[in-house]
């Protein structure tokens, strides 16, 4: 027995936000909030203060504040991995998203 289709049902959100251009930029910000509602879950768990985790970031509160914001999208990868090493996601030694080339020698 064939199944029938329901006629109501029409493209999935991901080709109609594709359709629309805005595909990558939805998952840009998808993923920061993610990251921006794990981070302060790892705080209010860990209770780390933002003053606590601004310090641990060596940046400044507003910094923290711009990235536990989730609609604001101007944070960078390299915030994002000071926060995830600051409350511990990443291990130091474990590459976390941002790779950090090692300083290379002036020659003399």
Do not use: Y
């Not at 601004?54 to 944070?75: E, F, I, K």
């Amino acid at each position: 027995m064939k199944k029938k289709r329901n006629k109501h049902i029409g493209p999935s959100l991901e080709d109609f936000l594709k359709e629309e251009g805005v595909l990558e930029q939805a998952r840009a910000v998808a993923l920061k909030e993610t990251l921006a509602w794990q981070v302060q879950q790892a705080m209010e768990k860990d209770k780390i203060s933002k003053v606590e985790m601004a310090r641990r970031m060596n940046t400044s509160r507003a910094a923290l504040d711009r990235l536990l914001d989730p609609g604001n999208a101007s944070v960078t990868l390299q915030t994002l991995s000071r926060a995830a090493h600051a409350i511990r996601l990443c291990r130091p030694s474990v590459w976390c998203g941002v790779r950090r080339e090692p300083r290379r020698r002036l020659r003399q």
